[in-house]
């Protein structure tokens, strides 16, 4: 099987159309509620778009320089997805989440000199964070306990995922779905 530019470009584009959705969803919730976890997960939208923006210029116009671009904005956009989801919990300055940290900071410095190491940080980033919301959710005797749960499992099944990818990155046709 073939690349399909045409179809990879398609995919692309929908991805940005759909994450902008998002951060306009993310920039009205922080006008009416003026939180700054929110504000955070407004950036983490804006760098993700910024991120597949230079995927999309790499494909329609073969700048292949601009693809350094993509781990650099995914980077950061997972460095604001932490921060907003410790500001939404209130754990920013908790003791407990110092070893988090400096686990995430090396993996963090890992990733910066080595841009296909970016994938660990990406892995961590989303099952860190999944594990933390099913945390929280076995503390919490609300009624919200199941939603929780829900995006618990999510965050963690994608950080699952992402431990694929470097198996199923060899197909073609896995990367026009992907």
Partial sequence: MTFDSDMALMITLMNILGMVVYFLTTIFLYMVYRKKYIKQWGYFWLFLILAYFSVFLVIQFDLAFVGIFFSGFLLIALIFL?????????????????????????????????????????????????????????????????????????????????????FLIQFNWYFTIS
């Avoid at 919990?89 to 963090?108: E, I, N, P, W």
């Avoid at 892995?123 to 919301?133: A, D, M, N, R, S």
């Avoid at 199941?146 to 694929?164: H, P, S």
Wanted: proline residues 1%.
């Fill in 82 to 166: 932490h921060q907003s989801i410790y500001l939404y919990f209130d754990r920013l300055t908790s003791s407990k989440t110092r070893y988090y940290h400096l686990l995430m900071g090396l993996a963090l410095l890992v990733s910066l000199f080595f841009a296909e190491q970016l994938l660990i940080y990406q892995i961590l980033t989303f099952f860190v964070i999944g594990c933390y919301f099913l945390k929280i959710s076995f503390l919490l005797f609300k009624t919200d306990v199941q939603i929780y749960k829900l995006v618990g499992l999510l965050f963690a099944m994608q950080g699952l995922n992402n431990i694929t990818y470097p």
